[in-house]
């Protein structure tokens, strides 16, 4: 009986994790917002231009535009002048 009791306190004590404690999981995809601004637009028209010229592929799985993480860096590569 007593190792029972030991063992529901061990449990009982211990607490869900908070904000603090919990680690972070990187983002996997992001918005036309979110890409807007991390690439310095004003506008996400202009993520909507690339879309359509094909310079910028985002997920098609939902009803709006999910840009993975994988695709940003990929376009970024792409398009990056190296001197």
Avoid: C, D
Avoid at 1 to 25: D, H, I, L
Avoid at 41 to 64: C, D, F, M, Q, W
């Amino acid at each position: 009986m007593k190792q029972y009791q030991a063992v529901k306190t061990a449990t009982t004590e211990q607490q869900a994790p908070t904000a603090a404690t919990r680690p972070t999981v990187p983002r996997l995809a992001f918005t036309a917002a979110e890409v807007a601004a991390s690439l310095g637009y004003e506008n996400v028209v202009t993520i909507h231009r690339l879309v359509k010229r094909g310079l910028l592929n985002p997920s098609r799985a939902t009803r709006n535009f999910i840009f993975p993480a994988w695709e940003l860096e990929r376009f970024l590569r792409a398009n990056t002048k190296v001197s």
